[in-house]
Nanobody
Framework: QVQLVESGGGLVQAGGSLRLSCAAS????????MGWFRQAPGKEREFVAA????????HYADSVKGRFTISRDNAENTGYLQMNSLKPEDTALYYC????????????????????WGQGTQVTVSP
């Protein structure tokens, strides 16, 4: 089973940037599709971005499109979420997740699809 550890969260002013990292425990990280989700207090966990095994395909929630970029470095067993132009409504606990997809280009956008989750990293954006 792959273990995931997120890092890079913190407190930032609106308009600022953060880069989250998701370190995977397995060298077979390249066989997993990966996603980022977030959960604000009192709200359900929501999809943010996803990337295919090779990194060729990506998908974003409308709320972050054009501001966030998902990427991965399979040689380093690490995924990333670059977040620019942050807004107070981006404040949440951010999770990375992984799943072995049915095909190379498959991307998953629902929480129920993912088998493995990290513990989360807090992102707080002040006005």
């Amino acid at each position: 089973q792959v273990q995931l550890v997120e890092s890079g969260g913190g407190l930032v002013q609106a308009g600022g940037s953060l880069r989250l990292s998701c370190a995977a425990s397995e060298r077979t990280f390249s066989t997993y599709a990966m996603g980022w989700f977030r959960q604000a207090p009192g709200k359900e966990r929501e999809f943010v971005a996803a990337i295919s095994r090779s990194g060729e395909y990506t998908h974003y929630a409308d709320s972050v499109k054009g501001r966030f970029t998902i990427s991965r470095d399979n040689a380093e067993n690490t995924g990333y979420l670059q977040m620019n132009s942050l807004k107070p409504e981006d404040t949440a606990l951010y999770y990375c997740a992984a799943v072995r997809p049915p095909s190379a280009g498959a991307i998953a956008t629902t929480t129920s699809t993912y088998n493995f989750w990290g513990q989360g990293t807090q992102v707080t954006v002040s006005p």
